[in-house]
């Protein structure tokens, strides 16, 4: 099983910026990656998910134009570029591992967490 840690979560002011980063513990270029976050009372939403190869991104609705999820496969490890944050964006936010290709319907592994808080 893969082990995925998150960092660069933090305290930050409406209309900053964050980015986050996901380390894997093994080769993760034959992997689809991805962010989701959970807001407090709220269930775990998706993110953002980049393929293997790093070819095709999608992103959720609301933070599509604010947000780049982006790989370094050489290195193991994904980012999430967070620009313009609102104060709606305040969540825990996890990186994952689907555990079938080509799919999210099933969660592979899941990251510790980060936090990420936005201020008004």
């Known amino acids: 099983q893969v082990q995925l840690v998150e960092s660069g979560g933090g305290l930050v002011q409406a209309g900053g910026s964050l980015r986050l980063s996901c380390a894997a513990s093994e080769y993760t270029f034959s992997y689809d990656m991805g962010w989701f976050r959970q807001a407090p009372g709220k269930e775990r939403e998706f993110v953002a998910a980049i393929t ?11 933070v599509k134009g604010r947000f780049t999820i982006s790989r370094d496969n050489a290195k193991n490890t994904v980012y999430l570029q967070m620009n313009s944050l609102k104060p709606e964006d305040t969540a825990v936010y996890y990186c994952a591992v689907p555990k079938y290709s080509g799919t999210w319907s099933h969660i592979g592994s ?8 936005v201020s008004a």
């Open 52 to 62: 293997w190869g790093g070819d095709s991104t999608s992103y959720a609705d609301s």
């Open 110 to 117: 899941w990251g510790q967490g980060t936090q990420v808080s």
